[in-house]
């Protein structure tokens, strides 16, 4: 399998000091990335989100936004 151009997949932790703030805007960010924190198992307090990206779309402008809130804490 070759690799997509312009395309990537972004992993993104939410871990236990970010779970509640995340959680508290969850409704604020797409309904793709709220469906893909549903769908990822919790393990050790952490969820490992697989976000696909292709272009600057709104779940580029949610993993921007996620990022700040784990500079935040």
């Known amino acids: 399998m070759l690799p997509r151009e312009n395309y990537f997949t972004m992993l ?6 970010e779970k509640q ?5 969850m409704s604020s960010f797409s309904y793709e990335i709220q469906q893909i924190y549903r769908q990822t198992k919790e393990a050790n ?3 490992w ?12 402008e949610d993993i921007k936004r996620i ?3 784990r500079n935040k804490l």
């Open 12 to 17: 993104i932790v939410i871990g236990k000091k």
């Open 21 to 25: 703030c995340f959680e508290d805007i």
């Open 45 to 47: 307090n952490q969820k």
């Open 49 to 60: 989100l697989m976000i696909d990206l292709e272009d600057k779309d709104r779940r580029y």
């Open 67 to 69: 990022i700040e809130i």
